[in-house]
């Protein structure tokens, strides 16, 4: 169920875990939504209060991100509220259900631990192309032209926040390198309520919809956890 509320209303009800979900107007936002017909072309993770808040930001929330802003390329914080004034398209706010709170916070050491590890590394364009285009996933000799295998070196955004919430006891196995934003907006850990905090009132098609369990995998490749996750 869609509702469509300010960011200052509701901020206080955003909690860690939570997804805010971004739908650009760019060119290369252009090109997500047709490669996965979908409204969302960017996830973020929100994480926790500011660890050294300005005047300005002290009511703000902070979120993790793979990204490309303002000069910046890779995985970096900023700031909910920021974003949501400077950003060009739709934004949505993805509230996480009760049960995979709970999960949250019997892990959250591992899914704090991880995200912090994860600062500074570089955006991985390239992945999500492939993450986006599946054309040969299933086929025997081509497949490696689009499906990725998990590497978690670089991230792009939807990447960073399934594997965040895989650590974090929100998900459980599946392959991050191969999930779209569309995709994490589809995986039914939310609650029926969803909230858009920025542009005209839009619903995403099939929001909570999708068993997550095992996403992204493709029979013949190895299921088991790299060395460098």
Same mark, same amino acid.
């Given at each position: 169920?869609?509702?469509?509320?300010?960011?200052?209303?509701?901020?206080?009800?955003?909690?860690?875990?939570?997804?805010?979900?971004?739908?650009?107007?760019?060119?290369?936002?252009?090109?997500?939504?047709?490669?996965?017909?979908?409204?969302?072309?960017?996830?973020?993770?929100?994480?926790?209060?500011?660890?050294?808040?300005?005047?300005?930001?002290?009511?703000?929330?902070?979120?993790?991100? /793979?990204?490309?802003?303002?000069? #910046?390329?890779?995985?970096?914080? *900023?700031?909910?509220?920021? @974003?949501?004034?400077?950003? $060009? %398209?739709?934004?949505?706010?993805?509230?996480?259900?009760?049960?995979?709170?709970?999960?949250?916070?019997?892990?959250?050491?591992?899914?704090?631990?991880?995200?912090?590890?994860?600062?500074?590394?570089?955006?991985?364009?390239?992945?999500?192309?492939?993450?986006?285009?599946?054309?040969?996933?299933?086929?025997?000799?081509?497949?490696?032209?689009?499906?990725?295998?998990?590497?978690?070196?670089?991230?792009?955004?939807?990447?960073?926040?399934?594997?965040?919430?895989?650590?974090?006891?929100?998900?459980?196995?599946?392959? /991050?390198?191969?999930?779209?934003? #569309?995709?994490?907006?589809?995986? *039914?850990?939310?609650?029926? @309520?969803?909230?858009?905090? $920025? %542009?005209?009132?839009?619903?995403?098609?099939?929001?909570?919809?999708?068993?997550?369990?095992?996403?992204?995998?493709?029979?013949?490749?190895?299921?088991?956890?790299?060395?460098?996750?």
């Amino acid at each position: 169920m869609l509702s469509h509320k300010q960011y200052e209303d509701v901020k206080h009800l955003i909690a860690p875990g939570d997804i805010i979900a971004f739908g650009g107007t760019s060119l290369f936002s252009r090109w997500t939504k047709l490669t996965t017909s979908s409204v969302v072309t960017h996830t973020a993770l929100v994480i926790d209060s500011p660890d050294t808040p300005t005047d300005q930001h002290l009511n703000d929330l902070t979120m993790i991100e /793979a990204t490309s802003i303002k000069g #910046k390329k890779g995985v970096m914080h *900023n700031y909910v509220g920021e @974003r949501i004034r400077t950003y $060009k %398209g739709d934004i949505w706010w993805l509230p996480l259900h009760n049960d995979a709170k709970t999960s949250l916070e019997q892990n959250w050491l591992q899914f704090h631990d991880f995200l912090a590890d994860q600062l500074n590394k570089s955006y991985d364009i390239w992945q999500l192309f492939g993450a986006a285009i599946d054309t040969f996933d299933d086929h025997k000799w081509f497949r490696w032209l689009t499906y990725n295998r998990r590497k978690f070196n670089r991230w792009f955004c939807s990447e960073l926040v399934a594997e965040g919430l895989r650590h974090g006891g929100v998900l459980s196995e599946l392959n /991050a390198s191969e999930t779209t934003p #569309k995709d994490v907006c589809q995986f *039914n850990i939310y609650d029926r @309520r969803y909230v858009q905090l $920025k %542009g005209t009132p839009k619903p995403i098609p099939q929001f909570n919809t999708l068993d997550p369990e095992g996403w992204g995998f493709v029979e013949g490749f190895e299921k088991s956890r790299l060395s460098n996750e």
